[in-house]
């Protein structure tokens, strides 16, 4: 198991930027599969982007290809969300999550949640 706080969410407005961390601590949490995901108001959670954990491959959604870039630092258990070009559609609470198996890694294996940072991007 491992524990996940992130932190970095704030107001910014469209066409900014945000950095999400997303700081882990617990047993070997270099070998986890982090991802980040995201739910706004009346909508489900979905997924944003997640990062094997050697750190090389990485992986998106649509919506967020181009703009976000998602890195780890092993050496720090911190994995960061770079957010830029910010849209009103990117207002949401963020979560950081992880998993021990499977790349791409499916929803249902991702067993450890942080609390959520909240994103308001103003028009």
């Known amino acids: 198991q491992v524990q996940l706080v992130e932190s970095g969410g704030g107001l910014v407005q469209a066409g900014g930027s945000l950095r999400l961390s997303c700081a882990a601590s617990?047993?070997?949490?270099?070998?986890?599969?982090m991802g980040w995901f995201r739910q706004a108001p009346g909508k489900e959670r979905e997924f944003v982007a997640a990062?094997?954990?050697?750190?090389?491959?990485?992986n998106y959604a649509d919506s967020v290809k181009g703009r976000f870039t998602i890195s780890r630092d092993n050496a720090k258990n911190t994995v960061y969300l770079q957010m830029n070009s910010l849209k009103p559609e990117d207002t949401a609470v963020y979560y950081c999550?992880?998993?021990?198996?499977?790349?791409?890694?499916?929803?249902?294996?991702?067993?450890?949640w942080g609390q959520g940072t909240r994103v308001t991007v103003s028009s």
């Open positions: 617990g047993r070997a949490s270099s070998r986890y599969y």
């Open positions: 990062i094997h954990r050697s750190g090389i491959i990485t």
């Open positions: 999550a992880a998993a021990t198996t499977g790349w791409p890694t499916p929803l249902y294996e991702y067993k450890d």
